[in-house]
């Protein structure tokens, strides 16, 4: 069985395959940039810069969402106090105490809102 070197060591300009000669004492050191997978520099940054319209893109989306959610987070919020409060004078007209007669009719509104 005839066994051949396969290099892994490439050059970045032709990506040709280099001798262990050409290392320093023949031992390679890993250093500096790894060459690129795609060979093909029009199609490397075509994909570079979708990816950079893309990232502009989710960034401005995740802005706008987050003051969107401040906006609505806060109406949300007076909402909900809103109907709790409903439901406080609504529930303390079921009480049974003696309450005045204005209390009474304006609990009744209330609970007829409700």
């Known amino acids: 069985m005839n ?4 290099s892994i060591f490439k ?3 032709d990506m040709t ?5 050409s290392f320093k004492d023949g031992i390679p050191e890993l250093g ?3 060459p690129p997978i795609i060979t093909d520099i029009i199609t490397a940054n075509s994909i570079t810069e979708n990816a950079e319209n ?5 960034d401005a989306f995740n802005s706008g969402n987050f003051f969107l959610m401040l ?10 106090g809103m109907i709790r409060a409903v439901q406080m004078m609504s529930l303390s ?5 003696k309450i005045p007669v204005n209390l009474f009719i304006f ?4 609970i007829g809102f409700s």
């Open 3 to 6: 066994i051949k070197e396969v």
């Open 11 to 13: 050059t970045k300009s």
């Open 17 to 21: 395959s280099m001798s262990k000669d």
């Open 32 to 34: 500096g940039a790894v």
């Open 54 to 58: 893309a990232s502009g893109a989710l």
């Open 71 to 80: 906006i609505l987070g806060g109406s949300m919020q007076q909402l909900w």
């Open 93 to 97: 007209a079921l009480v049974n105490i």
């Open 107 to 110: 609990l009744g509104i209330c």
